[in-house]
């Protein structure tokens, strides 16, 4: 079994790969800079991006299964299409695609569309998929670390309706398992959707009440202000993206990532285990 895993290199990806070849896949990846990539023992390592279409190819051709995450760029939807139109053509049914949840809801963000787009497209082209639709990251919280821990400041744009937070390696996880599920069925498995959910729904003053405990201090939040958080993101990003963070801060605001019943039930099922909590990333990120 040989699984390609698409954006291997990032916060998810890499835990993936780790996944997968502590399971024995034999493990590929497309990267742009294999150089600068870090992964386990034979792990194949084909250069190339998603635009690249010989490097594409040449990535799928004969592989199990393949592992699709899209980073958000101004292209990502070009780039979704003719991945999935290269692995339709050399014969790939079989993938996990990492959406994100209320894709169908919050049609307004342009990367929530996006990924809406790429899981119809999985329908109608007839993919063996399973679609994983993570909330919110903990793992994004670790850019804002040192705000919090020398500013005693909570700054991310949260909300009071909730997000119910999910930690990396458990998307990864559930991706590894699901990539093994779908290569190793003796049949075409039909499109299946996991949300991917935290144990806890967790509010912006939730945060930084976890913060002061962790820390022995106070830590404020900076409360809901989409606006600002535009503003502040516009000094290290293109402006298109800011305002794009700016408009999922504002469902945030108004709507939050809650969980449908029985969606950590069933993670916890998957797994086998509990579901790493936010308060296990701050006591990790404060050390």
Known sequence: MTILVIGATGRIGRHVV??????????????????????PA??????????????????????????LLNAVTADEFTQALITLNIAHEAGVERLVYLSVIHADQFVN????????????????????????RPTYFIDNDAQVRDVIVDHGVYPMPIGSKGLAMVDARDIA???????????????????????????????????AAIWSDVLGRPVAYAGDD????????????????????????ERFVGDGMIPEAGDVERLTAILGRPLHTYRDFAVATAR
């Open 18 to 39: 780790e996944q997968l070849a502590s399971r024995g896949v034999s493990v590929r990846v497309l990267t742009r800079d294999p150089a600068k990539a870090e992964f």
């Open 42 to 67: 034979g792990v194949e390592v084909f250069k190339g991006e998603l635009l690249d279409l010989d490097a594409l190819r040449a990535a799928m051709t004969g592989v199990d299964a393949f592992f």
């Open 109 to 132: 963000v342009p990367h929530f569309a996006v990924k809406y787009g790429a899981e119809r497209m999985l329908e109608q082209m007839g993919f063996s998929a399973t679609v994983l």
């Open 173 to 207: 996880e559930v991706a590894a398992i699901e990539l093994i599920r779908r290569a190793d069925a003796t049949g075409k498995l039909p499109v299946e959707t996991i949300n991917l959910v935290g144990p806890e729904i967790l509010t912006g003053e939730g945060v």
């Open 226 to 249: 989409p606006t600002g958080f535009e503003q502040t993101m516009a000094g290290f990003m293109p402006a298109w993206m800011a305002y794009e963070m700016r408009l999922m801060a």
